[in-house]
């Protein structure tokens, strides 16, 4: 899948309080290929989430476009939307990483229970090993550590198979080994096929990445690939 | 998993918060439902007293005392009995306006004769009665025979079973259906028989009658009016032109009653608007309340693939879930507290109960689990119009921009 982003820009109206619109993205253009790592990096504020949840079909842009294989999705109906999400996109978010009433097998099996695609169990299983969650499959995800949630957000993620995955920040307040494994498995992703999009401040995350994006003033600057 | 199941997880993984709701639906349902109950249970009470009645004046003697004696033994099952000379009925017949009149006999049974306590047996007069016989006709078409009785709902006597009335053998050969009037627990026999119970009480040393003779009395005479004819001018002529006696007018004997119930109705209607109004506006600040604390939640799932509509009906689904819950148990407790209860409100209230029918009881049922079902998604519908358009990625990453 390619995904071409052209003259995105986003403005946000000041929060209470404040007068007239911050602008966020500026006239942004970006091409994302499919068996790549990306890695947006900047300083908090910069815009670099804004931009992912645009890519991602969850914010809508001030102006530009974002295709899909060709196809504009901010012209697609809610429902179109959804289902593209569902079945194309998968999201690691930072914060909200899981609905507590349900157990962390349920979580991942999420998307599964959206789409119309049959529940696939064995690959449910299989990032359940691979994320060393076995022990807590069966265990509600609101008791779970900030380390556990942020491996189930990405199992959940990687279930549907998707052809590209956003993680925002996925291996902040990790330990090394659990950052290298989230970052391991979103590469294994990406040799996979499917297009890895990173926003994250660390360093390391840098160094492996094909394609390394810089946010400055509200526009992208690209610094590797 | 599927979409069904994440709902009721949702509801199921918070017990508090959904117990909590429960409880106000049950409320609000039981409110609405029991209120209706007890409301047609005392409507159709006072009319099934209005009809009871038959007739348009009841002539007692003077002595029976004021017309609230009479009240009391046809409303709540006052035990009594009084006389007057039989003389009255020919007296009553050259009254202008009295177009039918029928005698009855009371009498009360003697202690834990027959039943657990004293029973009020009344005789009527088969040829000329006008406010029994039509009541009879369900339970019993033939003409009574000596000694033959029909028992009143409330009584446990069964059909067929023969006891002892001052020491007569009577047999049940019938049984009323419920009238929720103090005649439920009466018993109902030819004139002859009620003579004969009097007699025999007597000669047991029971002085029912002092020196008259049975056959020389009677207790009330039921008047039908004729066509055309003032009910209260009629009324008045009696009390004026004969002595002794005190001629009621059936309506007035049950305005007391009525206004009591119209009291009753007006508190009932105020306790439900009350109830259903107060339920509505917890449901709303509560849903909000919950839309609030569960925006996360929602944001994750419109990522996952939600759409807006899909998430609306989550919402709305489980608010709808909680009510039908809710509501159901509201109806079973109201049914609970109600229908086996009826005959203490009945004696709180001071008013006749008659339970309606089971097609009303399912009617009100259904208005009660309906007010409920459409008031609990009302309320969340802001809540789930407000949620399916958050801004995900904003609460996804929690202010950071």
């Known amino acids: 899948m390619i995904i071409t982003a052209k003259g995105i820009s986003k403005s946000y109206k000041r929060g209470k309080g404040g007068k007239g619109f911050v602008q966020v993205l500026s006239d942004t253009d970006l091409s994302i290929e499919g068996g790549k790592v990306y890695v947006i990096y900047g300083r908090s504020g910069s815009g670099k989430s804004t931009l992912m949840n645009i890519l991602a079909g969850i914010l809508s842009p001030s102006s530009g476009s974002v295709s899909y294989d060709g196809r504009d999705i901010y012209s697609l109906s809610d429902r179109e939307l959804s289902a593209l999400r569902c079945l194309s996109v998968g999201y690691i978010p930072q914060m909200h990483s899981a609905v507590g009433t349900l157990t962390v097998r349920e979580n991942i099996l999420l998307p599964s229970a959206v789409s119309e695609k049959p529940v696939d169990s064995a690959r449910a299983d299989e990032l359940i090993d691979l994320l060393g969650l076995t022990e807590l499959a069966d265990v509600r995800a609101n008791v779970l550590s900030g380390g556990e949630l942020r491996r189930l957000s990405l199992a959940r993620a990687l279930v549907n198979s998707p052809s590209v995955i956003f993680a925002d920040e996925p291996t902040n307040d990790l330990d090394d080994e659990c950052a290298k494994l989230v970052v391991q498995t979103l590469h294994a992703s990406a040799q996979a096929g499917a297009a890895v999009v990173i926003v994250t401040h660390e360093l390391f995350a840098r160094s492996d990445a094909d394609v390394v994006l810089c946010m400055q003033n509200s526009s992208l600057v690209r610094e590797k690939g | 998993m599927s979409i069904k199941k994440l709902l009721l997880k949702s509801i199921t993984g918070r017990p508090l918060r959904s117990l909590a709701l429960l409880f106000i639906c049950a409320i609000m349902s039981g409110a609405v439902y029991g209120g209706a109950v007890v409301w047609a249970s005392l409507d159709n009470g006072i009319s099934s007293l209005e009809k009871r009645l038959g007739a348009d004046i009841i002539v007692v003697p003077k002595s029976a005392g004021e017309k609230t004696k009479l009240e009391e033994m046809l409303l709540q099952g006052t035990v009594g009995y009084f006389y007057m000379d039989k003389s009255v009925s020919d007296e009553l017949d050259k009254i202008d306006g009295v177009?039918?009149?029928?005698?009855?006999?009371?009498?009360?049974?003697?202690?834990?004769?027959?039943?657990?306590?004293?029973?009020?047996?009344?005789?009527?007069?088969?040829?000329?009665?006008?406010?029994?016989?039509?009541?009879?006709?369900?339970?019993?078409?033939?003409?009574?025979?000596?000694?033959?009785?029909?028992?009143?709902?409330?009584?446990?006597?069964?059909?067929?079973?023969?006891?002892?009335?001052?020491?007569?053998?009577?047999?049940?050969?019938?049984?009323?259906?419920?009238?929720?009037?103090?005649?439920?627990?009466?018993?109902?026999?030819?004139?002859?028989?009620?003579?004969?119970?009097?007699?025999?009480?007597?000669?047991?040393?029971?002085?029912?009658?002092?020196?008259?003779?049975?056959?020389?009395?009677?207790?009330?005479?039921?008047?039908?009016?004729?066509?055309?004819?003032?009910?209260?001018?009629?009324?008045?002529?009696?009390?004026?032109?004969?002595?002794?006696?005190?001629?009621?007018?059936?309506?007035?004997?049950?305005?007391?009653?009525?206004?009591?119930?119209?009291?009753?109705?007006?508190?009932?209607?105020?306790?439900?608007?009350?109830?259903?109004?107060?339920?509505?506006?917890?449901?709303?600040?509560?849903?909000?309340?919950?839309?609030?604390?569960?925006?996360?939640?929602?944001?994750?799932?419109?990522?996952?693939?939600?759409?807006?509509?899909?998430?609306?009906?989550?919402?709305?689904?489980e608010a709808f879930v909680i009510c039908v819950i809710g509501a159901l148990a509201g109806i079973a407790a109201a049914s609970a507290a109600v229908f086996p209860f009826g005959a203490l409100i009945e004696k709180k209230a001071d008013l006749p109960m008659l339970s309606p029918g089971i097609l009303s009881v399912t009617g009100y049922a259904l208005i009660a689990f309906s007010a409920v079902c459409v008031t609990g998604p009302l309320a969340s519908a802001y809540s789930a119009y407000r949620l399916s358009r958050i801004d995900t990625g904003r609460i996804l990453r929690e202010g950071d921009s």
Not at chain 2, 231 to 248: P, R, S
Not at chain 2, 254 to 266: F, Q, R, W
Request: hydrophobic share 40%; proline share 1%; aromatic share 6%.
């Open chain 2, 99 to 317: 177009e039918k009149q029928s005698s009855q006999y009371f009498l009360v049974s003697a202690s834990s004769e027959c039943c657990s306590a004293k029973v009020q047996i009344i005789g009527f007069d088969e040829d000329t009665d006008i406010s029994v016989k039509p009541w009879l006709q369900n339970s019993y078409s033939k003409r009574l025979g000596q000694n033959e009785i029909i028992v009143g709902s409330k009584l446990t006597t069964k059909v067929g079973q023969i006891f002892k009335l001052y020491g007569v053998e009577c047999k049940a050969v019938g049984k009323l259906e419920s009238t929720g009037t103090g005649v439920d627990t009466a018993v109902y026999a030819s004139s002859d028989t009620v003579k004969g119970l009097i007699r025999a009480a007597q000669s047991k040393g029971i002085s029912v009658l002092s020196k008259q003779s049975p056959d020389d009395v009677i207790s009330s005479v039921y008047i039908k009016v004729r066509e055309g004819y003032d009910i209260d001018e009629v009324t008045a002529k009696i009390n004026l032109d004969i002595d002794g006696v005190q001629a009621v007018r059936t309506r007035s004997m049950i305005t007391g009653t009525a206004d009591k119930l119209s009291v009753l109705s007006a508190g009932i209607t105020i306790l439900i608007a009350a109830v259903c109004i107060l339920s509505a506006v917890i449901m709303l600040v509560v849903f909000t309340a919950l839309a609030n604390e569960r925006k996360g939640e929602f944001a994750l799932l419109r990522v996952i693939g939600f759409s807006r509509a899909r998430l609306a009906r989550q919402v709305l689904g």
